[in-house]
């Protein structure tokens, strides 16, 4: 199976500010990733899959990268609604798994 | 508009059965790859179960395998998700999930329903 691990579990930044938060995959899933974005009693909502495609309506300013077991979310100017919680998910093989989360917090 | 909508959920003792379902709405469902994704309060998402668009191949956890039983019916656009010898960790909110209907985008998911909870409890 694979292990997916997020990094860092939590980050404090300023409306504005530029957040980078992690992904690592215990084996190779090539540009099977996808990130998501869940706000508190809603559900999980769509962000980047293959790696680094952005789903529609989506803003610019979140943007993906990464392949094979290292993957990145950047978010540029962070906006109030940005703060949530992020996952990430590797889409390659089953059992698809989840990365613990990422909170972004406002500091 | 794509809708999912789930029901089903409930407060059930350890050891019951249970039956969920998700109605689809604003696409053609028949299409669609199918998942089950679960949350247990405070925690992560979890992939339960998977289910192609024509019912062909069907994947599990280790988790619920030879308990839960993931089947849809295309002319009800109806998923569902038959639940046995339910636990206390199996708690949680279960979501129905649409598949990527772009080629070659992997096991991601672009639309979710509003999750419909089972508490199993004695």
């Known amino acids: 199976d694979i292990q997916v691990t997020q990094s860092p579990s939590s980050v404090s930044a300023f409306v504005g500010d530029s957040v980078t938060i992690t992904c690592r995959t215990s084996?190779?899933?090539?540009?099977?990733l996808a990130w998501y974005q869940q706000k508190p009693g809603e559900a999980p909502k769509l962000l980047i899959y293959?790696?680094?495609t952005l789903q529609s309506g989506v803003p610019s300013r979140f943007s993906g990268s990464g392949s094979g077991t290292d993957f990145t979310l950047a978010i540029s100017s962070l906006q109030p609604e940005d703060f949530a919680t992020y996952y990430c998910q590797q889409a390659e093989s089953f059992p698809l798994s989840f990365g613990g989360g990422t909170k972004v917090e406002i500091k | 508009q794509v809708q999912l909508v789930e029901s089903g959920g409930g407060v059930i003792q350890p050891g019951r059965s249970l039956r969920l379902s998700c109605v689809g709405s604003g696409f053609s469902f028949s299409s669609c790859g199918m998942h089950w994704v679960r949350q247990a309060p405070g925690r992560g998402p979890e992939w339960v179960a998977a289910?192609?668009?024509?019912?062909?191949?069907?994947n599990y956890a280790d988790s619920v395998k030879g308990r839960f039983t993931i089947s849809r019916d295309n002319s009800k656009k109806t998923l569902y998700l038959e639940m046995n010898s339910l636990r206390a960790d199996d708690t949680g909110l279960y979501y129905c999930v649409r598949q990527v209907q772009v080629p070659y985008s992997g096991y991601a998911y672009d639309f979710w329903g509003q999750g419909t909870l089972v508490t199993v409890s004695s």
């Open positions: 289910i192609w668009h024509d019912g062909s191949n069907i």
């Open positions: 293959s790696a680094s």
């Open positions: 084996q190779n899933v090539n540009k099977w």
